[in-house]
């Protein structure tokens, strides 16, 4: 994972090298106290993670990450907890105020790296199959609702949103969800790549029940669902729209 740290502070940003330097998956590409100065490098598509101070002379952190054009994954770092709420509307990977302990480093990090891990090529030939046209396919999955195992056909599958600790599992055919105590990184290692992707830090959907996609949202029967900063490029690349 190749990382950049942008940080006005140089105590900060020795911080988190010495962290980064601890962990065989990350490369740090390079470190900066003017944001402007690390476009460059974002634009050229070397960047998998930014970690990006908020409070910075030359620009916020925020309008600077809002004004990217196909946003690596961020991590927003700060001494200041009043614009997490505003981080996060802009999907980014974690929020973390400073003094920043290892633990949470680790955490963000970690989570950067399933998101990264979901980001799995898939053939052309698989995307937009006319779903409910055909031979249903025999695949399914067993996940464990209340007491029991329930069996879901992976046709039938239409998405899944996180709701904290559960997943809801929307099926084709049934009004109501399907709750699990399950991870997203469980379900996905259940599931196809081919056919499904997650596009927000809260959904994965069936690329085959996709009705339309607009340009924050796909639509699967009639729901609306946002497709994050953090997931956009590669869900497009995808669909190679």
């Known amino acids: 994972m190749k990382c950049i740290i942008i940080d006005d502070e140089p105590l900060a940003i020795d911080l988190l090298m010495e962290y980064c330097q601890k ?5 740090l590409e390079g470190t900066f106290t003017n944001p402007l100065d690390a476009i460059s490098i974002i634009k050229e598509k070397k960047v998998d993670l930014i970690f990006c101070d908020i409070e910075m002379p030359q620009i916020n952190g925020i309008d600077f990450i809002s004004s990217l054009d196909n946003t690596p994954m961020f991590i927003f770092t700060t001494a200041y907890s009043q614009y997490a709420v505003e981080g996060f509307n802009l999907n980014a990977i974690d929020y973390l105020v400073k003094p920043i302990p290892y633990n949470r480093f680790i955490k963000a990090i970690s989570r950067a790296k399933e998101v990264m891990g979901y980001k799995r090529p898939v053939e052309p030939q698989n995307v937009f199959p006319s779903h409910g046209e055909g031979t249903k396919s025999s695949e399914y999955i067993f996940v464990k609702a209340e007491y029991e195992s ?14 904290k600790d559960y997943l809801k599992i929307h099926v084709e055919g049934t009004n109501k969800a399907i709750l ?4 997203f990184k469980e379900i996905m290692e259940k599931l196809p790549a081919h056919q499904f992707l997650r596009v927000h830090k809260s959904f994965v959907v ?14 699967i029967n009639d729901v609306r669902i946002p497709i994050g900063e953090s997931y956009k490029a590669n869900f497009f690349d995808i669909l190679n729209l």
């Not at 699990?180 to 991870?183: E, K």
């Open 180 to 183: 699990t105590l399950m991870s």
């Open 206 to 219: 069936n690329i085959s029940c996709i009705k339309t996609v607009q340009r924050n949202r796909i639509v």
């Open 150 to 163: 329930v069996k879901i056909n992976l046709n039938d599958l239409q998405y899944i949103q996180g709701l």
């Open 23 to 27: 962990l065989d998956f990350v490369e």
